[in-house]
């Protein structure tokens, strides 16, 4: 079901950083503003990225997004293992006129 | 705060339907959209539809068209997620979350999740 293209997973030692990208098409990402997202193991996901490079309040700079065309990625620098999670990407698809999101990385501390 | 509360969790048997509340508080209710989503096991997110609470408009994600209702109740702050002609595969934890109406910020609230098992 999803449209945006993620890779499976990424992993790096503590304090170094990782970089997750999420491919699209013009009818979602190259059309509208990406959102990225964590999710714990058992907990809810939180919103981490909005409007492509925006943090919500609360959420360290250490998380950073960046848009390009169709595609976006997300790096998180100074990597702590409270960040083992998975991440999405997901955005509007004014084609499917749905929510969309990302297939889904896991990130491993190493 | 916000926050976004699910009745328990649910059990049925296939081609039974589920209905799972979301209460809304911290926030005012009847401005936001609200979106379900589900995750089944090893998974991931899935959206499903959204419900604007003030017009009680919807819109569906085409996989499930014809078999899911969402409504809001603005009095009660609640939001309902109706699934009809259970399978299996409809075995996940559903999440209700909030977004902005009209505009893309992304999803910026979710609940804990409540887990809706279809088993015979």
């Known amino acids: 079901q999803s449209v945006l293209t993620q890779p499976p997973s990424v992993s790096a030692a503590p304090g170094q ?7 699209g098409s013009s009818s979602d990402i190259g059309n ?3 959102s990225w997202y964590q999710h714990l193991p058992g907990a ?11 943090r919500p309040s609360g959420i360290p700079d250490r ?7 169709t595609s976006a990625t997300l790096d998180i620098t100074g990597l702590q293992t409270g960040d083992e999670a998975d991440y999405y990407c997901g955005t509007w698809d004014i084609g499917l006129v749905a929510r969309v999101f990302g297939t889904g990385t896991k990130v491993t501390v190493l | 705060q916000v926050q976004l509360v699910h009745s328990g969790a ?6 039974a339907s589920v209905k799972v509340s979301c209460k809304a508080s911290g926030y005012m209710f009847s401005s936001f959209d609200i979106n379900w989503v589900r995750q089944a ?31 809001a109740d603005i009095s009660i702050k609640t939001a309902y997620m109706e699934l009809s002609s259970l399978t299996s595969e409809d075995t996940a934890v559903y999440y209700c979350a909030r977004s902005f109406t009209g505009v893309e910020k992304g999803v910026d609230y979710w609940s ?9």
């Open chain 2, 41 to 71: 096991t090893g998974q991931g997110l899935e959206w499903m539809g959204w419900v604007t609470p003030n017009s009680g408009n919807t819109g569906y994600a085409q996989k499930f068209q014809g078999r899911v209702t969402m409504t």
């Open chain 1, 32 to 34: 509208n503003y990406v």
């Open chain 1, 17 to 23: 950083k990782v970089t997750i990208s999420c491919s």
């Open chain 2, 112 to 120: 804990q999740g409540t887990l809706v098992t279809v088993s015979s």
């Open chain 1, 63 to 69: 998380f950073s997004a960046s848009k390009s065309g």
């Open chain 1, 44 to 54: 809810a996901p939180k919103l981490l990225i909005y409007e492509n490079n925006k």
């Open chain 2, 10 to 15: 649910d059990m049925k048997k296939p081609g």
